[in-house]
């Protein structure tokens, strides 16, 4: 009996060390705009991207898009594709969450908290069909949002420790999503 206890707490500890080692296997996004891009991001086909949301502007397309502009440093763009796309498409929660991603980069905190808002609002009065996982997603966001627009934050550049220390406040409020 012991024997079989000291070996499934051998196995568990293993487990443990695999995935401390190893990791989630899924990148998070930069909280701070980088200042370049960086050699390990795969390529991107812009032009295809950019023609597709152009001609069948879809979810898809715009998110794809706006974040590949995002993430190599030019939110601006991003936020002229998102701009440039229907009123339903903006609404959904992952242009959302890349409009307000866009527009914390450019500096624009109190607007990237107002698209987030219009979007749980959507969900809430089911205009858009949203996931529950989306709009956890996007309370995460507004929370630590609303910790940068409390702290007084307009550019995320010029005080990155203030980002940071608002981040961590944002995560230590933890609410419950009620499963629909």
């Known amino acids: ?39 390990t991001e795969t390529p991107v086909d812009m032009a295809a991207l950019e023609s597709a949301a152009a001609l069948a502007p879809t979810v898809d397309s715009v998110v794809a898009l706006a974040s590949a502009y995002v993430d190599r440093g030019q939110p601006g763009l991003a936020s002229a594709v998102i701009e440039k796309a229907p009123r339903a498409i903006q609404l959904d929660p992952r242009v959302a969450d890349v409009a307000a991603r866009a527009l914390f980069h450019r500096g624009r905190a109190r607007q990237a908290l107002a698209t987030v808002e219009d979007a749980l609002d959507a969900c809430d009065a089911e205009a858009v069909a949203c996931r529950s996982w989306q709009v956890a997603k996007a309370r995460r966001q507004a929370a630590f949002l609303h910790e940068v627009v409390a702290a ?3 550019d995320p550049m010029t005080d990155p420790a203030a980002v940071r220390a608002a981040y961590e406040r944002s995560t230590q409020k933890v609410g419950l999503i009620a499963m629909r």
């Open 1 to 39: 009996m012991r024997s079989g206890l000291l070996f499934t707490n051998g196995i568990l500890l293993a487990g443990i060390f695999a995935v401390l080692t190893i990791g989630p296997g899924t990148q998070s996004k930069r909280l701070l705009p980088a200042d370049s891009t960086q050699a």
């Open 152 to 154: 007084g934050i307009d």
